[in-house]
């Protein structure tokens, strides 16, 4: 069992810059592959970036490309979102998840367990 917990958001002009944390328990981290997701009112929960067990693959859309950045500490269990230039379509719940596999990561289906989410509004 892994346990998430997101943290991080919150509100930002539009051009500002935020970091969400996702802070993992157990002792198998460094075993999953990890997501970021989105959920904007009114729209599906969409894919934005995976990175794999130890860091050297990542994975895009191309929507946040060049300005978000994943990133892990396996020292310290946390995976982390860089995010820059934001915009204020960039507004939505953000979701970290964890999954068993190194695949398919641009799918919700894949990853095994989901943080709350975190609150990230940004205003124009």
């Known amino acids: 069992q892994v346990q998430l917990i997101e943290s991080g958001g919150g509100l930002v002009q539009a051009g500002g810059s935020l970091r969400l944390s996702c802070a993992a328990s157990?002792?198998?981290?460094?075993?999953?592959?990890m997501g970021w997701f989105r959920q904007a009112p009114g729209k599906e929960r969409e894919f934005l970036v995976a990175?794999?067990?130890?860091?050297?693959?990542?994975y895009y859309r191309d929507p946040v490309k060049g300005r978000f950045t994943i990133s892990r500490d396996n020292t310290k269990n946390t995976a982390y979102l860089q995010m820059n230039s934001l915009r204020p379509e960039d507004t939505a719940v953000y979701f970290c998840?964890?999954?068993?596999?190194?695949?398919?990561?641009?799918?919700?289906?894949?990853?095994?367990?989901w943080g709350q989410g975190t609150q990230v509004t940004v205003s124009s």
């Open positions: 998840a964890a999954s068993r596999a190194a695949y398919g990561l641009g799918y919700s289906s894949t990853y095994d367990y």
């Open positions: 157990g002792r198998t981290f460094s075993s999953y592959s």
């Open positions: 990175i794999n067990w130890n860091g050297g693959s990542t």
